[in-house]
């Protein structure tokens, strides 16, 4: 009896390009891999919104949603709104209490609204906010994979993230995390598959472990 095929979908993190999943490689015998791409959000449209406007690109049912960091914010509000087979949120939070303090205090403070986005054109600025610190030696790599860079897009994606109202981990999802990631560093704890020596972008350099292990953590 022929297997029928899994449609894996991948939503990249803020402001990075599909590009990020060019190394994953899923057997094509048992699954297809969709990318997802950022959109430029309505004017004061809600991260639900948004949401349900991602879903009209899914093509498929009983799909798998996989999304990296805000990526993986977004993926679990998705799955609100379509049957999924599985859904993976890697380098992400499970929930508003594993945000980094110093956006939890943003939040109350407003100060995300003060933030130059209009700079973030500069590749050095917008990797450094969406990706951490480690910016120096890999500018290049930057450069290719963080190419949203649009401000509204940007202004809207950090108040998002720092306003998510998730008060409990998805309760059918699969979260990955790097113990090394600086910049969700609260996500290791509680039911979560983690990574030795995963950063934030772990889904780049740690690409041989998600082709070793995602195939049964599909199907599983």
Same mark, same amino acid.
């Given at each position: ?9 991948? /939503? ?20 297809? /891999? ?12 809600t991260l639900e919104g948004y949401a349900k406007r991602m879903v009209k690109k899914i093509e498929h049912k009983n799909i798998v949603l ?53 700079? /973030? ?86 690409y041989k472990w998600f082709n070793e292990n995602l195939p049964n953590l599909i199907l599983n």
């Open positions: 009896m022929k297997q029928d095929i899994i449609h894996v979908y991948f /939503m990249p993190g803020m402001a990075a390009n599909p590009s990020i999943f060019e190394y994953i490689k899923l057997p094509e015998n048992q699954f297809e /891999m969709h990318w997802l791409e950022w959109v430029l959000p309505l004017d004061n449209e996989l999304g990296v960091s805000f990526g993986g914010i977004l993926v679990q509000e998705m799955s609100k709104f379509i049957d999924c087979k599985k859904v993976i949120v890697v380098s992400s939070v499970k929930s508003k209490h594993e945000l980094p303090k110093r956006m939890k205090v943003a939040k109350f403070t407003k100060a995300y609204k003060l933030l130059p986005t209009q700079l /973030m054109s500069n590749v050095e600025l917008l990797a450094k906010y969406a990706l951490g610190n480690t910016v120096k030696k890999r500018v290049e790599l930057y450069k290719k994979y963080l190419s949203v860079n649009d401000k509204k897009y940007l202004d809207w994606a950090i108040e998002q993230v720092i306003t998510w109202k998730q008060e409990k981990p998805h309760p059918n999802a699969i979260y990955i995390h790097g113990n090394k990631d600086m910049v969700f560093n609260h996500s290791c704890s509680g039911d979560c598959i983690v990574i030795e020596g995963g950063t934030h972008i772990m889904i780049i350099n740690k």
